[in-house]
């Protein structure tokens, strides 16, 4: 379809409430002769009270949602390739200023850096992330009700938005959705969250921090090793998290009153501080290894450049690839949508790398200059020089009276050049 017939932008209506979309079978193309494996068919409590047909989704996004929420260090590693990915902008490559021109207007108008980023984002969190096209917008779709129903074969029917009663749920047709798959496997009809590898590392973290952790006083400079419950009852997540409350607002000097169910050891200095210390860092660096950000990135960042750079082009190739086969065929007959080149380097980096392209006739000398915002053609206007300008380097000092003195001396020397000075 021609980007024309979108353009001014159309509207579309195609979404059902309560009742399944038709679908042309093997249309536009064909989905052969063999069947899915897929995961059984779902109408059960957990995702509807009386939900439709839907194949229900891989993992739990509830406790996906909430890691990511609660974990700093999981955010920031979840967050930071997303960033990356779609930091740099973006190119609509086609033959066509006209539809080149439309289509960039179109996703400026949308914000299409920022959505594309959250789009990412949920992807990494849930596995699968949406954005439902409407014909003049894009608009992001929560992952955690939203669902897909496939024929046999594999082709998608609809996508299904589970609002608690099948009445009221609404169906959408495959062109109406845009699908990002996080991590595609075997063929599942979702992708793979990339916290779900991580949720034994997160839990063994929260026990060193919590369990067989320390309390720390922020009042003084003592670590105390705790142990809390007995044998045959130990505590649980919310008492031993009381405890830890109760040692955090102790005042320095305060005497420790505790029960028989609780022991404690100071353990400033001790090995087994600093084995706590080694235990904490092996489980950080496995997750940070786990979500494809070395943890040498925030310390020495070309260490972990052969990791996380390929990761984030893969990212973006995903993106490409969903935009391209997806939503730009509804717009346009030709264009396609093109991540422009990261840039993970410095200054210092970057223009080394441009004196070696300089120097073996990669780049002109012309496309640097471009590239940073200066005249092509390395033309620069000169600007008058103020009246009042200190050009001679002197210190508060006026060159107005500096300008006067130089004309009254005329062509005389100015300075003594024997040293010799005559009382007036």
């Not at 992807?123 to 992001?140: A, C, H, K, Q």
Request: proline content about 5%; overall charge negative; charged content about 30%.
């Amino acid at each position: 379809m021609a980007l024309s017939d979108y353009w001014p932008f159309k509207r579309r209506s195609f979404a059902t409430v309560g009742q399944d979309p038709s679908y042309n079978k093997d249309d536009p193309k064909s989905y052969g002769a063999g069947v899915i494996r897929r995961l059984q068919v779902t109408n059960d409590s957990t995702f509807g009270k009386s939900g439709g047909s839907k194949e229900p989704q891989v993992g739990d996004y509830r406790t996906y949602m909430n890691v990511y929420l609660s974990d700093p260090i999981v955010r920031t590693l979840i967050d930071l390739p997303c960033l990356y990915a779609s930091k740099d902008g973006y190119d609509i490559v086609t033959d066509s200023d006209d539809e080149r021109i439309a289509i960039t207007k179109l996703f400026d108008t949308i914000n299409i850096e920022t959505l594309l980023y959250s789009w990412i984002r949920n992807g990494r969190i849930f596995g699968t992330s949406y954005l439902e096209w409407t014909g003049d917008n894009l608009v992001l779709r929560s992952s955690q009700n939203l669902f897909v129903q496939r024929d046999p074969n594999g082709q998608i029917m609809y996508y299904y938005q589970d609002l608690g009663s099948d009445k009221d749920s609404v169906r959408f047709e495959e062109d109406e959705i845009i699908e990002f798959k996080n991590n595609p496997f075997d063929d599942y009809a979702y992708g793979l969250s990339d916290i779900h590898p991580i949720l034994y590392l997160v839990d063994l973290k929260d026990y060193a921090e919590r369990d067989i952790g320390t309390a720390l006083n922020k009042y003084a400079s003592s670590r105390f090793d705790i142990s809390a419950g007995l044998p045959d009852m130990p505590y649980g997540p919310d008492k031993i998290n009381e405890i830890v409350s109760a040692f955090n607002g102790l005042e320095p000097g305060e005497d420790i009153i505790h029960g028989n169910d609780i022991q404690i050891n100071e353990m400033s200095g001790t090995d087994r501080a600093f084995e706590y210390g080694k235990y904490f860092d092996d489980i950080s660096m496995k997750i940070h290894t786990a979500l494809k950000v070395p943890v040498t990135m925030w310390t020495s960042p070309e260490d972990a450049r052969p990791i996380f750079e390929p990761y984030v082009k893969y990212l973006q190739k995903s993106v490409e690839d969903a935009l391209n086969s997806q939503l730009l065929p509804q717009i346009s007959e030709d264009a396609k949508f093109k991540f422009r080149q990261m840039n993970v380097d410095d200054a210092f980096t970057k223009a080394k790398t441009d004196m070696i392209y300089l120097a073996e006739g990669v780049l002109s000398p012309g496309e640097v200059r471009a590239e940073r915002g200066l005249d092509p053609e390395g033309i620069e206007e000169l600007k008058p020089t103020a009246e009042n300008v200190n050009v001679s380097g002197g210190r508060d000092q006026d060159k107005k009276e500096e300008s006067k003195r130089t004309e009254n001396r005329g062509n005389q020397p100015a300075a003594n050049a024997t040293g010799d000075r005559k009382n007036e």
